[in-house]
């Protein structure tokens, strides 16, 4: 019996332009940026909506907060935790011409005992009971190279994330597409975390959507979360304000609620 074949993993490229570097997976569709000058800067709008979690962490819990990012892009997330944030971060990607191009072109370090980079199938890391409750910040970015759709999005994985979840954590998903492919990801999330234990930012222009899902807590009333978002944007320049104005739960308006 023939051994059925692995598949094939586009090739990473890079293009400049403007004094920003960007990432390609064998399609002109962008798969991550970085500003040269500022490599430690979160350059795309959507990647910082994907630190939306920190809202969610009280600031007291964000010195232990254990990271986990599901595919690398340009590492900007994994940089941010792992240098600015000073966080311990995991990152898991199964493509090593995207880590090889990260560590050539992206200023990705090499792991130390706050940093730790694995080339694997993030569905199996997930789903390894080693893991279980391993995590407090779980940010899962994982497109295809035509950047159609998640890689990886059925039930089972979002359930595999809760689990790898402690009580008290938030992972973030980038949700690109039609809003058919939206309503069908956010129920699967909802499946597995619970509708009531969901939120989301408004699309950016570039249609990415940002979803927040946490367990083991509600979610904190309008007021709290803009004091965190005050404090996020004070500390961190993150635009952690806006954030606040964006973000809704999916049974409607924040104010004056808390998740039922």
């Known amino acids: 019996m023939k051994r059925p074949k692995k598949p094939t993993l586009p090739e990473a490229t890079i293009s400049e332009e403007r004094g920003v570097r960007y990432l390609h997976l064998d399609t002109p569709w962008i798969q991550g940026a970085m500003r040269i000058c500022k490599p430690l800067k979160l350059e795309l709008e959507y990647i910082q909506r994907m630190m939306a979690w920190l809202l969610l962490r009280p600031e007291s819990e964000l010195p232990a907060t254990r990271c986990l990012q599901l595919g690398l892009g340009t590492g900007a997330i994994t940089k941010y935790c792992h240098a600015v944030l000073r966080l311990p ?5 199964i493509n090593p011409g995207v880590i090889a191009a990260c560590r050539a072109w992206f200023h990705l370090p090499a792991g130390d005992d706050r940093l730790t980079v694995l080339q694997q199938d993030a569905a199996r890391f997930v789903a390894d009971p080693a893991h279980i409750a391993a995590f407090d ?19 089972d994985f979002y359930r595999a994330c809760w689990q790898v979840l402690d009580d008290g954590g938030v992972m973030s998903v980038n949700l690109f597409g039609r809003e058919a492919s939206f309503d069908r990801s956010a129920a699967r999330i909802a499946a597995a975390f619970g509708a009531d234990r969901m939120a989301m930012l408004k699309p950016t222009t570039e249609g990415n959507t940002i979803v927040l899902a946490w367990k083991g807590f509600d979610l904190p ?22 954030w606040v104005k964006l973000l809704s739960s999916f049974k409607g308006s924040l104010k004056g609620q808390t998740a039922s």
């Open 221 to 242: 009333l309008r007021d709290e979360l803009a004091s965190r978002g005050e404090t996020l944007q004070t500390r961190w320049e993150l635009p952690a304000r806006k």
């Open 89 to 93: 971060t995991t990152v898991v990607e």
């Open 137 to 155: 910040a779980l940010c899962v970015d994982l497109y295809d190279h035509e950047a159609a759709s998640p890689v990886l999005d059925d039930e």
